[in-house]
């Protein structure tokens, strides 16, 4: 079962930031949060993944909380291309069955023009 | 860069044949992932490869399912007497893994969509 909870979809405006909040109160000290996205029909993207500190790369920025419950994940100026189902996931950073990917349903995003 | 390629983008076949889906991970990553996804499903794991070491069949669903990676580097998942339940999206992911502890970021291939008739 996926360790995380989403809401089910989202709208954005284009060119305003998409803020998507991802709640995983039950996360362990040696999990980390990834977040992928999975754009109809292809396989899933990865976008970001951090353990304790804020990170940001050419993609989004991901802020997790102090006490590593919760998540939100912001792609700072939404196009039409981030339309996308989106997931949260948290997974310790093994490789094997133990690290294999869990995708919960996701946040579905649709960036409106 | 290259990314992960698998061949081929579909597959139609009919019950009771075998098939075969190609994988080509990243270049110099050592780790490999079978995925599948069932039609509005998350992923399910099927099997990896790290390096040398014996793979983590953990997730083959029957013994009509094998995985080889060839030389480190591509992999390919047979399918032996398909079934209808057989169809589904197989993704292919790679990654760099540096060891225990290690980064594992998974990057996906584009998938084959199988069809058992």
């Known amino acids: 079962d996926a360790k995380t909870t989403q809401p089910t979809s989202m709208d954005c405006a284009e060119g305003r930031a998409a803020n998507l909040p991802c709640n995983h109160s039950?996360?362990?000290?040696?999990?980390?949060v990834y977040w992928y996205r999975q754009i109809h029909s292809q396989g899933p993207q990865y976008i970001i993944h951090?353990?304790?500190n804020n990170e940001t790369n050419e993609m989004a920025s991901l802020i997790i909380t102090e006490d590593r419950k919760s998540s939100t994940l912001i792609l700072p100026h939404a196009t039409l291309r981030d339309t996308a189902v989106y997931y949260c996931i948290v997974r310790v950073n093994y490789g094997g069955s133990q690290g294999n990917l869990i995708f919960g349903k996701g946040t579905k995003l649709s960036v409106k023009p | 860069g290259a990314g992960v390629s698998q061949s081929p983008s579909n597959k139609v076949t009919e019950k009771g044949k075998d098939v075969e889906l190609r994988c080509d991970p990243i270049?110099?990553?050592?780790?490999l992932y079978w995925y599948r996804q069932s039609l509005g499903q998350g992923l399910e794991f099927l099997i990896y490869?790290?390096?040398?070491?014996?793979?983590?069949k953990s997730g083959l669903p029957s013994d009509r399912f094998s995985a080889e990676r060839t030389g480190g580097s591509v992999s390919t998942l047979t399918i032996q007497r398909t079934q209808q339940e057989d169809s589904a999206v197989y993704l292919c992911?790679?990654?760099?893994?540096?060891?225990?502890?290690?980064?594992?970021?998974?990057?996906f291939g584009p998938g084959t969509r199988l069809t058992v008739l």
């Open positions: 039950t996360i362990s000290g040696n999990e980390y």
């Open positions: 992911a790679s990654s760099l893994r540096t060891g225990l502890g290690g980064t594992d970021t998974q990057y």
């Open positions: 270049s110099g990553h050592t780790a």
């Open positions: 490869f790290q390096g040398n070491s014996a793979p983590d």
């Open positions: 951090g353990l304790k």
